[in-house]
């Protein structure tokens, strides 16, 4: 089965924002076995989102379409208009919709929905409504000359809740594309893992192809086979195990789809507190930790410690280490770890200290310098970086390679 | 002027990466005053992408074409012959690129190249070939049924490289588009904007077109002619400043071009301390504060009190309020803006408590309740909200209402 997917927003084709739904779609699709052939971005244009539509509609494998976007209250969002006007369908008023709205906006701002609200509530005759959670845009469902179209608001977080119900509507029959779970490796780099795995790469059969892909840090190493069915399924998996044999050392992907996860597992299972203590990355490691639902089993607390001053008050970082050796070395680093697991009582300590850029430099000390340590009751373990992106990138890269030092030190702690 | 994006890859349409060519082409393109009409990923074969460009060649207002991906020397690259195929024009071997390919491998590998490399040799007859100097593919300009068409490289480094030979070669004429600034509100919802503004949408004049983006409790207007020149770029300044004037209360963005900006920027101007206290967050107020290049010289710290032992202990939040009211509460909320400002020794102190959820839900107290507080030396406000998103979007929703509300507060301060 394949696919076509439209992303309607001026905001999208001129570069005001970054795609997300048609990447997020992309994904889940092929996860399902439907193959995305063709991804549209059209302005917010009557006559643009008819032509992008009619192309796919036009396309003779292309059995699902998605839209995203034109769903909002304001006058510039026009594609159930298009929709419609394309299937020779008039836009009614439904009432239960309108409701929802009204509900809706209740909760979130204690007010009734302004007039112009009401534009969401139209819906094209014979379209089903597919319910939003999370908005006030209704996602619909039509057929249109043997295609199934499914059209979500473009708010990433909505267009993505739609997913569970696009996919209990896609029947992806038996000839379809097939790929495995990826499996994710951390502390290792893309080539040396390549290296490694020579030999298995050479012993794959024929029909399954590999690729490696790597993500900020991490490695992920996926399989899959362009001619899919029972079989090949079968023979898929016992590939990813024998890659989790031989090669398991770096992979953290059984422990959990993400990093994050991965160390929430470990962490719960054996029933440790952890507490970090962040400079250059301002709460970023937090933040990712504390992504996983239930972190706080085991999330105790973290100190966001950007000045100097936070860093003698609040961790006992003494004055003189930070004068003599500076607040991005190791030894603050370490002292960061230790003194937030001893403060916090926790089992586990991890510290960050670096240079996110763009200004921070010294003559000896470099912009994306970054020193992480990890502590607990019987050592301290620090690693020192040297990142070279702008300040973002040095604050996603460090929270990363913390992330995978931490992870490591769990699983080396046995 | 307007623009077609072609990107070729099977792993964009899969998703197995995300785009960065397009959205970096889009941007680009827009600021030199071409519209970027379509953009379009199709796979790595030879009909869907003879269909992509044929769709962009019959578009009659696209001018100017930009396609990147499929020019490697494996054989799933096919840019060019289906390129040729389309012009009816032969693929011919060109010495002096080749000598360039021998050239560029020599450098990097110090052999000869592949035999397959050859294939990057080929060019569409009568093709202007760009010269690549970051790789052994080379770029290409075409003229077809009046358009110009440009082949780049899919390998972002490669295809940002040509940006400059291909921003020299497009001159947008008096038709061009042009786009103002963004305006960007917070604390005010899109429909509630829409329709306090509907006086001046009213007034706009002919060819001067809006759109609002509701971005996560942000919205985003802005305005742009479809025709450009130097009258209608005055007449648009004109407008943005009407805007700013009428609905200038919930305008951030002439403070900056993100809200973390705008308040970096009046906490700087006022040589403001900010200290934080986070719980449902996990750090990512911190994280989104400290994104700001220079952030350092007024955010002081953070506590991340995710348990209730770390809001006694750090903060000295009474316990037993924290059995009475509960964690999630008003009278918390206050407190952790209040101590953590006094504890900081900081100007201004902010505080955030809720249930991200999916778990830690009462009877009283429903997922994505949210209490924040702002506090300076003479007062506290503070603002319940009921976030109605799955964990992730309530994070993300908690710390952008924050930071509205830290920008109002500020603001208002005077």
Redesign the interface.
């Known amino acids: 089965m394949k696919a076509g997917i439209l992303c309607v927003?001026?905001?999208?084709?001129?570069?005001?924002?970054?795609?997300a739904n048609?990447?997020?779609?992309?994904?889940r699709l092929?996860e399902k076995g439907v193959?995305?052939?063709?991804?549209?971005?059209?302005?917010?244009e009557k006559e643009?989102i008819a032509?992008?539509l009619t192309?796919l509609l036009d396309?003779p494998e292309v059995e699902v379409i998605i839209v995203s976007g034109g769903l909002?209250?304001?006058?510039?969002d026009f594609t159930k208009e298009v929709i419609a006007e394309l299937l020779g369908r008039k836009l009614v008023f439904d009432e239960l919709t309108w409701k929802k709205i009204c509900q809706?906006y209740w909760?979130?701002?204690k007010t009734e929905?302004?007039?112009?609200?009401k534009k969401q509530a139209l819906i094209p005759e014979g379209a089903t409504v597919l319910p939003n959670?999370?908005g006030t845009a209704p996602g619909l469902k039509m057929e249109m000359r043997g295609k199934t179209i499914f059209v979500v608001p473009g708010?990433p977080?909505e267009a993505e809740f739609f997913w569970s119900v696009i996919a209990g509507e896609i029947h992806a029959g038996g000839s379809s594309f097939y790929r495995t779970k990826i499996l994710k490796f951390c502390g290792i780099g893309e080539s040396q893992l390549a290296t490694l795995m020579k030999p298995f790469l050479a012993s794959l059969p024929e029909k399954v192809r590999f690729?490696f892909?790597p993500n900020y840090g991490e490695v992920w190493f996926?399989l899959y086979a362009s001619e899919a069915g029972h079989q090949r399924r079968e023979e898929l998996d016992r590939l990813v195990e024998e890659v989790a044999n031989i090669y398991g050392d770096f992979l953290f992907s059984p422990y959990g789809d993400t990093l994050e996860e991965a160390i929430g597992k470990i962490l719960r299972e054996r029933r440790l507190k952890l507490a970090?203590a962040?400079s250059c990355?301002?709460?970023?490691?937090?933040?990712?930790?504390?992504?996983v639902?239930?972190?706080?089993d085991y999330?105790?607390?973290?100190?966001?410690?950007?000045?100097n001053?936070?860093k003698v008050?609040?961790l006992g970082v003494p004055k003189e280490i930070l004068e003599v050796k500076g607040a991005v070395s190791e030894e603050v680093a370490c002292l960061m770890a230790q003194r937030a697991r001893e403060k916090?009582a926790a089992d586990i300590g991890m510290g960050i200290t670096g240079i996110?850029?763009?200004?921070?430099a010294t003559d000896t000390k470099p912009l994306g310098l970054t020193y992480m340590a990890v502590a607990d009751e019987r050592r301290v373990e620090v690693k020192k970086y040297q990142f070279g992106g702008d300040?973002?990138m040095n604050?996603r890269f460090a929270s990363q390679f913390a992330l995978s030092m931490l992870f490591l030190f769990l699983r080396g702690r046995g």
Chains 1, 2 share one sequence.
């Open positions: 927003g001026t905001e999208l084709v001129t570069g005001l924002i970054r795609d048609a990447y997020f779609f992309s994904q092929v193959f995305p052939k063709f991804v549209m971005f059209v302005p917010d643009d032509n992008g192309f396309d909002g209250p304001t006058e510039d809706f909760n979130l701002r929905p302004p007039e112009n609200n959670e999370l708010v977080r690729a892909l996926y970090i962040e990355t301002g709460g970023l490691l937090g933040d990712r930790i504390t992504n639902p239930g972190s706080s999330f105790e607390r973290g100190y966001v410690v950007y000045s001053r936070a008050e609040e916090a996110a850029g763009p200004t921070g300040r973002l604050k």
